[in-house]
């Protein structure tokens, strides 16, 4: 309990505020804070696979891209582009707020929620579990997501190749 | 421990994500916004997949699916950003309106 908590405070007190830097390095480091504390999330779902994949992929591979984005592009403070008007920011604030109480309230309110999550089963993450599942039963959408990645690196080489 | 709090905690942070693609104009940080939001379904996904035990698997490997279409996207869209940078010298979206009807 203890855990989850803090977990879940410092992701969203992460998440607050890389969407609030002014500076995208900032943004990407307290970025990197967010993820570590979702994998102590994940851990306390009983999904330690997950949990060493999202430190792998999120970390690791788009965390990096990011941060090698930016250092290639060395904005200057003024090219951070204009912030909205402060109202604009507050009323979109307000708006985000609306969406949290939208989803969360009926959330709180359901009594069928109240029941301790029943123990983690016996091979729910285990990376055996995972892999079997993986490899037999979903090995189409595995096949898919690496053709997708495929593409997605062949577009992304096309995109940022400069025009000769 | 109930379902309740991961999906509390899913809903902040598709919250906060919503509030970065809304609230901001740096395409960089609008890129890590939806990261964000990203990052909430899944916890959320894994939350009821914990609830319906028989279904971890299916869960475990459509949240790995979305860990592969989120790190294809993000290749994606920071190469059009670096596109968008070289052509237009800027990352803000307010300033690139070429496409306004």
């Known amino acids: 309990m203890i855990v989850f908590g803090a977990a879940a405070a410092a992701s969203v007190i992460a998440g607050v505020l890389v969407v609030t830097r002014r500076n995208p390095v900032y943004s990407a480091i307290w970025m990197l804070v967010c993820f570590l504390a979702f994998a102590v999330v994940y851990l306390k779902l009983g999904a330690p696979f997950l949990a ?67 123990p983690v089963p016996a ?20 096949e898919l997501v690496s053709v997708l990645i495929l593409v997605a690196i062949f577009g992304g080489v096309l995109l940022a190749k400069r025009k000769a | 421990m109930t379902v ?6 899913s809903a902040a942070m598709f919250a906060i994500g919503a509030y970065g693609v809304l609230g901001r104009r740096n395409l960089l940080i609008l890129l890590m916004s939806v990261e964000l939001m990203l990052n909430g379904v899944n916890i959320a996904l ?22 592969g279409v989120a790190a294809a ?7 059009i950003v670096i596109a968008v940078f070289r052509n237009r010298k800027t990352v803000d979206t307010g300033r690139l309106g070429s496409l306004r009807g």
């Open chain 2, 73 to 79: 996207e993000v290749a994606v869209g920071l190469a």
């Open chain 1, 123 to 142: 091979d729910f993450g285990s990376v055996r579990h995972v892999g079997e599942a993986l490899f037999t039963k979903h090995a189409l959408p595995f």
């Open chain 2, 4 to 9: 309740r709090d991961y999906l509390v905690l």
């Open chain 1, 52 to 118: 060493a994949m999202h430190v792998l992929v999120y970390t690791g591979a788009i965390l990096v891209l990011f941060l090698f984005v930016i250092m290639l592009l060395n904005l200057q403070p003024e090219e951070y582009g204009r912030e909205l008007p402060l109202s604009t920011r507050v009323f979109t604030a307000l708006l985000c707020l609306g969406l949290f109480a939208f989803i969360a309230v009926p959330l709180v309110r359901d009594e069928a929620l109240d029941r301790p999550l029943p």
């Open chain 2, 46 to 67: 894994l939350a009821f997949a914990r609830v319906h035990a028989a279904t971890g698997e299916h869960a475990h490997v459509l949240v790995l699916v979305a860990m």
